[in-house]
């Protein structure tokens, strides 16, 4: 059984930093293209970062120079580091692990909230 478990959500002032997790289990990170995507209330779900398994990224146009990923492939982790955070940025963070159509695997989402 696949579980993506995020963590490191919660509520912090703009200006302010958080550093969300995904620890995987049931599958090897390694060989997958990680990612995180957000959904603010009444919008569709984003890309904000993806990290191929050769460990190239891509960033949404939005959280460029604010926001890194990186991943841990031996703790089967991804990490998203978000600096300058900015109330646009309040959503529901999803971390996602694709390697095939078969192979699509989401998270529960963690709530980062952004304001003063």
């Known amino acids: 059984q696949v579980q993506l478990v995020e963590s490191g959500g919660g509520s912090v002032q703009p200006g302010g930093s958080l550093r969300l997790s995904c620890s995987a289990s049931?599958?090897?990170?390694?060989?997958?293209?990680m990612g995180w995507y957000r959904q603010a209330p009444g919008k569709q779900r984003e890309l904000v970062a993806d990290?191929?398994?050769?460990?190239?990224?891509n960033y949404a146009d939005s959280v460029k120079g604010r926001f890194t990923i990186s991943r841990d492939n031996a703790k089967n982790t991804v990490y998203l580091q978000m600096n300058s955070l900015k109330p646009e940025d309040t959503a529901v963070y999803y971390c996602?692990?694709?390697?095939?159509?078969?192979?699509?695997?989401w998270g529960q989402g963690t709530q980062v909230t952004v304001s003063s």
């Open positions: 996602n692990a694709f390697r095939t159509a078969n192979r699509d695997y």
């Open positions: 049931g599958i090897t990170i390694g060989i997958y293209r």
């Open positions: 990290i191929t398994n050769g460990g190239s990224t």
